[in-house]
């Protein structure tokens, strides 16, 4: 098998693309390539942490039988035998382990690159990602922005010519901006005049009269018809625009062929009046849309905060419209890329790529050249679902063409048993368009499949769900997947009502100030400081006391500590202090000055909930549930009807380039060919959307695939088509006993620093961005010293700076260097770094990818040791040295010691967790 430098793998659900990228990266380690030159670029932050572990661990188990599979594919690849594979094995990962890793999701990318230009936007390279948080602010400087360049009258247009509000205004300026790279693709004249529409109601004068003049006894209703038409707008409502000919119903009695010449005219003019007024609305829409821009760009440099689209945005601007040299770039991300790895493609959307662009036609037109250098990609089209945040699938296939990339299948599903692959074949075969049927990886009759309708779909979801129960089946192994996340919290609370005992864990997204104790502890908040006897009265309702009871809980003045007062509220009232709103909530108020300064903005607070921990039933979206597996699948109808597509634009393609945008309005499909053409396949993708979703969520199953539909066409599975059945055995299991959790243990603190240092409480633990740049640039100089040997300060010392100094403040890297000498100098440090050392040794633990920094292999035991460069958040980090401690000890079944290492400026501070 010959390896291939650029390759493309379409890799249906199941059929190991995980395993392929690995498979590929690895064999460019064989072939020499350097790990700093590979960019692997995934979508989310846990695909990019996976990928790293999942490398590191196949390089340190290559020789082991686990890993036969890898092994032979890698020489399979790479046309050597296993034994010339197992020879280099150990220095590949070795070197894999120290290097600089590009492995990570493509907006963390686009942002390492945008950081090293920042400044030719105002911006500096220390610029915090996370959404708009001030939004009045934010809507107050668009406002000033609107008054300043006297465009008042075009925002009361855009609001009465949609009846829009404001905040949906934003919305829509929002939409746009998701697409602002695309924008410069379409014309849009600012300035258009409005259009008359006296030519049209001419012609629609003349039809009128030709009616009169040629007949007599044209019924009363038909006249009717006609004269109810008295302008554009009642003219778009007649149902006679939209025939081809006037020589039907009453009309017929009249009808004359010069009747379908005015017709056919007055649609010509009518198409033609249309465009024009879109392009005076869309004139005027652009004005508000590039105000809006320049406040969004106001408002991160005055924060120093973007989000992921200002990133993109921002990115693509300067080097496609501000011409940064191409080579400037290379040189600035310190190496240049020799090889292009990205996973999920077809969630790319065309910004992205056109950001990409330069790089994989730079590795391409280095392709056959003395230096290997490659680009692959792998991705599925029928798992495209994120077309709503830009995902465009069609990508896929250009970039082949356009690059001839080789493309290959990966089309055995090794995730479902073989009955499960059979019924989503039968079932999307000829609803998918180009479906490849996937293979079974043995071919045997295991899975079960039930496709049953219900009146109402929360009981049918109660009864399936309980029928897996009584068969055996662990909670932990089904999940519920629903359309959205309104139909998930419904049949949690249904699912509650029947049995309150059950273990349920959701993965919607909520609002933080709508869970239960923390809307009860804003109230009682609010009735301590405004002694509003409602509040009270709120609060004892919400945590299920009578409503007219008592309080005997009053402000002190330690209660300034606003944390400490929310930790006493849930200690007094005995709620749930385990509770991970509740713990957010103290994260979050910590941010506040005081308690009048925290319920000010309380009713607006817009944080999410934390998802409840991963135990028992699953119930979770279908878009959330993509990338996942789960043994046993119920997949629900929707629980309401789909509500219509009122979306205001409609963004016609051409390939992959944006060459029209259009408003909706109503009716125009019948006078305007190209109008209709984009109308149609925007209802073309949007079925697209609603198939490719429904195959994921089938496609999630390992054993049994329960699809609970109703009885109506409003169904979800209406495109299907699926009829009652039953296909396979249910499986039985035995039933588990629950084991009770295990006592957390304590731990004991060893001082081998000063023995008088006096540690003090911090309110405010949220580490800003300083803290974590200061944090980060510690880490790596201690990731790159060689051996933890004086000799090598120097070298690790400048390797920090050049990757750090700029986010750092004048004297940061002297202080950091005087950190780790003091660290090296450290005795009790000494002792324990004894043994083979492992830095940021990466592991896999129940499904989470965690990342040490310093892991000690001894004779008789493994050490553990976890950097800090504060004291902050002291009880979170010996929770997390606890957790890793338990891994490691499960892992290897050998005894481990776990060490916090305080790495401060007057002392280094050891703290043994046990």
Request: glycine residues 4%; contains cysteine.
């Amino acid at each position: 098998m010959a390896f291939y430098t650029s390759l493309a793998y379409e890799a249906s659900a199941g059929s190991g693309k995980t395993f392929a990228l690995v498979i590929r990266y690895i064999s460019l380690l064989y072939l020499g390539a350097r790990p700093n030159t590979i960019l692997t670029l995934t979508f989310t932050n846990k695909a990019a942490s996976e990928m790293k572990a999942r490398i590191s661990a196949v390089l340190a188990e290559l020789h082991l039988p686990a890993r036969e599979n890898e092994r032979a594919e890698i020489a399979k690849t790479l046309n050597c035998s296993e034994e010339e594979i197992l020879e280099k094995r150990r220095e590949l990962h070795e070197a894999y382990l120290k290097a600089d890793l590009k492995i990570s999701t493509i907006d963390k990318f686009f942002a390492q690159v945008l950081r090293l230009f920042s400044q030719h936007l105002g911006l500096m390279p220390d610029f915090t990602i996370e959404e708009l948080t001030d939004e009045q602010r934010f809507l107050l400087r668009f406002l000033t922005n609107v008054k300043r360049h006297d465009a008042y009258k075009d925002l009361v247009l855009f609001s009465a010519q949609e009846s829009k509000k404001l905040g949906d205004i934003f919305d829509l300026l929002a939409k746009l901006y998701e697409k602002d790279a695309e924008l410069g693709n379409i014309t849009i004249e600012k300035d258009a005049p409005y259009p008359t529409e006296k030519e049209v109601m001419a012609l629609v004068g003349s039809l009128k009269e030709l009616f009169r003049d040629s007949c007599d006894n044209l019924s009363a209703r038909a006249q009717k018809t006609l004269d109810k038409v008295t302008d554009i707008d009642t003219l778009k409502e007649a149902t006679w625009l939209t025939k081809e000919s006037l020589n039907y119903w009453d009309f017929k009695k009249c009808y004359l062929p010069q009747m379908d010449e005015i017709l056919h005219e007055i649609k010509t003019k009518l198409a033609l009046y249309l465009r024009h007024k879109e392009q005076y609305l869309l004139g005027k829409y652009m004005r508000l849309y590039d105000l809006y821009r320049q406040t969004l760009l106001e408002e991160n440099i005055a924060d120093n905060t973007l989000a992921f689209n200002d990133v993109t945005n921002l990115l693509y601007r300067l080097l496609h419209e501000e011409k940064v040299d191409r080579e400037f770039l290379y040189f600035r991300l310190d190496a240049s890329i020799d090889h292009l790895l990205i996973d999920e493609f077809q969630d790319t959307n065309i910004v992205q790529y056109k950001i990409l662009e330069p790089i994989i036609e730079e590795i391409l037109s280095g392709i056959g050249s003395r230096e290997l250098k490659s680009f692959f990609y792998v991705g599925d089209i029928k798992q495209s679902i994120y077309r709503f945040r830009g995902g465009a699938k069609e990508l896929f296939h250009y970039v082949q063409k356009r690059y001839g990339v080789r493309l290959e299948q990966l089309s055995t599903n090794y995730r479902s048993d073989c009955n499960i692959v059979r019924f989503v074949n039968e079932t999307f075969k000829d609803t998918i368009r180009g479906y490849t049927p996937q293979k079974c990886k043995k071919d045997d009759t295991d899975g079960y499949i039930k496709v049953a309708n219900y009146d109402d779909v929360t009981d049918g979801i109660v009864t399936e769900l309980f029928a897996l129960l009584e068969a055996g089946v662990p909670a932990d192994d089904i999940a519920i997947l629903t359309h959205t996340n309104p139909d998930a919290f419904e049949i949690e609370e249904k699912l509650l009502e029947k049995e309150n005992t059950l273990k349920i864990t959701t993965h919607t997204t909520g609002k933080l100030i709508n869970s239960r104790y923390v809307a009860a502890v804003i109230e009682l908040l609010k009735y301590l400081y405004f002694h509003e006897t409602i509040c009270k009265a709120s609060f004892l309702a919400l945590i299920g006391k009578p409503w007219e009871g008592e309080i005997d809980f009053k402000l002190q003045k330690r209660h300034s500590d606003l944390p400490l007062l929310v930790k006493e509220i849930i200690r007094h009232f005995q709620l749930p202090g385990q509770d991970p709103n509740l713990l957010r909530l103290i994260e979050i108020i910590a941010e506040y000055s005081d308690i009048e300064a925290f319920l000010f903005e309380s009713e607006t607070l817009d944080t999410d909930a934390p998802s409840k921990q991963s135990e028992g039933i699953r119930i979770l979206t279908i878009h959330k549930s993509k990338g996942l597996e789960f043994k046993h699948v119920i997949v629900a109808d929707r629980l309401k009807k789909e509500p219509a597509d009122r979306s205001t634009f409609i963004f016609a393609y051409d390939e992959i380039t944006l060459h029209e945008l259009y408003l909706r309005t109503k009716n125009r499909e019948s006078v305007d060919s190209a109008y209709l053409d984009a109308l149609e396949r925007e209802k073309q993708l949007r079925t697209e959307d609603k198939l490719n979703a429904l195959y994921v969520a089938f496609t999630r199953a390992e054993h049994s695939l329960v699809i609970v539909q109703r009885e109506e066409k409003n169904s979800a599975f209406s495109l299907l088509n699926l009829s009652p059945c039953e296909i396979g055995k249910r499986i039985v299991h035995e039933k588990r006993e629950e084991q009770k959790p295990k006592p957390t243990p304590e731990y004991t603190p060893l001082r081998l620093g000063l023995q008088e240092q006096k540690v003090t409480k911090e309110n405010d633990y949220k580490e800003d961005i300083y803290a974590i740049n200061f944090g980060n640039a510690l880490h790596y100089m201690l990731e790159v010293l060689d051996g933890f040997s004086s000799d090598d300060l120097d070298n690790a010392w400048w390797a920090m700076k050049n990757r750090y100094e700029m986010l750092l403040q004048d004297g940061d890297a002297q202080k950091i260097l005087k950190r780790v000498k003091q660290l090296l100098a450290d005795t009790g440090f000494n002792r324990l770094i004894q043994g083979e050392i492992n830095k940021e040794q990466p592991i896999i633990y129940n499904g989470e990818v965690k990342q040490l920094d310093l892991l000690i292999k001894k004779e008789d035991r493994y050490v553990i040791i976890d950097y800090k460069s504060s004291a902050q958040i002291r009880s979170e980090h010996k929770s997390q040295v606890r957790h890793y401690k338990k891994a490691i000890e499960q892992i290897t079944s050998m005894p481990v010691e776990a060490y916090l290492c305080y790495v401060r400026e007057e002392e280094t501070e050891i703290v043994q967790i046990t």
